[in-house]
């Protein structure tokens, strides 16, 4: 099995541009608006961002800003597939201007325009991502009442186009099948609130922005598992430094990302070239933990009663048993893609 990955420098609001194949799932992370660190590219992208920054009209800015980013879930929906999800991790933004301090809920006006989009909103989650700072209040401290409660939380929020996919044929079937995750990842994935993970480091050197904005891997790797098959199309609009697409590429999905960040780009590429041994071991260390979850369940005097012989593991529920946990073997450049040969897990002769 292959899987095709491809990275543009192109600028997301003109996704039909790029994009040839359809989509099944769309995972990002876009530009917050009213975060200073995206002034300047909301600047670049609209006049009336500009002039409202300028002016200090919050409420403008705001809705100046959403209004680009609308352009990009109108191509984004068009591009999937009837029933693909479309996942997007936003945070709302806390701001003073004009002597104003105030928060800009951008989770509820993404949730808007996708819904004037015809999207079926689905359950969100709440990523929970505590600082390590000691001051844990904004505004002013012990007085009442002019202080503010801490923000650490951000929003993925989770859409369908329509209703359900469906799966027709018998290899769509199967694939499926092969695509399910374990009974203890959905008991952890599928929570409402995910506080076990952490951001990751920002900073940067080198050409390009100084902070990355990225995504931990485990939050696209996570959402990869529990929103797409095996040889699906994942999209991410907002590449960055590829974190999406590198999460494809060891699950066994192709990836399409757009950037307009050249040594992001490049920063991506290199992620994808470099990535395969990372993803090996992130492969067998899945392996490991379902390993470990059985051995307990069974200590407790639960032994899981279905038996997956792709891997040889115990698993808790029929829809288990043909579970293939895939990892890259290599990856080749192959006209301006990247391809990744995949393999199963644990074994260096089998393919899938």
């Known amino acids: 099995m292959q899987t095709r990955h491809r990275l543009h420098h192109h600028d997301a609001r003109g996704l039909a541009d ?21 002034d300047a590219a909301f600047r670049a992208m609209s006049v009336e961002a500009r002039r409202c920054l300028d002016e ?63 999207m079926t909103v689905l359950p969100d989650i709440l990523w929970r991502k505590p600082t390590n700072g000691p001051t844990k209040f904004m505004g002013s ?75 931990p891997l485990e939050l696209a790797w996570r959402l990869t598992h529990m929103f797409s ?37 490049a920063e991506a590429g290199d992620r994808l070239a470099s990535g395969v041994l990372e993803g090996q071991s992130r492969a067998l260390a899945r392996l490991a933990a379902h390993r470990r979850f059985v051995e307990s369940r069974a200590a407790q005097g639960k032994p899981p009663k279905h038996h997956n012989a792709v891997h040889d593991v115990p698993v808790v529920t029929g829809q288990e048993r043909e579970l293939v946990v895939l990892a890259p073997r290599r990856m080749v450049q192959d006209a301006g893609e990247l391809v990744a040969e995949m393999g199963v897990a644990g074994s260096a002769a089998r393919t899938p």
Not at 28 to 35: D, E, F, K, N, V
Not at 111 to 116: L, P, S
Not at 249 to 257: E, F, K, N, Y
């Open 229 to 265: 098959l095996q040889g699906d199309t994942v999209l991410d609009p907002f590449a960055g430094t590829g974190t999406t697409a590198l999460a494809a590429a060891w699950t066994g999905r192709h990836s399409v990302g757009c950037d307009l960040d050249p040594a992001l780009l």
């Open 56 to 118: 200090a009209d919050a409420t403008g800015a705001f809705e100046a800003m959403h209004r680009e980013l609308d352009k990009v879930w109108e191509a984004a929906v068009d591009a999937l597939v009837p029933g693909g999800i479309c996942c997007i991790n936003i945070g709302d933004a806390t701001r003073t201007m004009a002597g104003q301090f105030r928060i800009h809920p951008n989770h509820v006006r993404i949730v808007t325009a996708m819904q004037q989009l015809g």
């Open 18 to 38: 790029v994009l040839d194949e359809p989509v099944h799932l769309v995972l990002t992370s876009p530009p917050y608006p009213m975060i200073e660190m995206w």
């Open 141 to 215: 401290g012990m007085l009442p009442p002019g202080a503010y409660v801490t923000y650490e939380h951000e929003y993925i929020l989770v859409f369908r186009k329509g209703g359900k996919r469906l799966f027709k044929s018998t290899e769509d079937k199967t694939q499926r099948r092969r695509s399910a995750y374990f009974w203890e990842e959905r008991n952890v994935w599928f929570s409402d609130l995910w506080s076990d993970l952490r951001g990751v480091g920002q900073a940067r050197s080198g050409a390009g922005r100084s902070r990355s904005a990225a995504f």
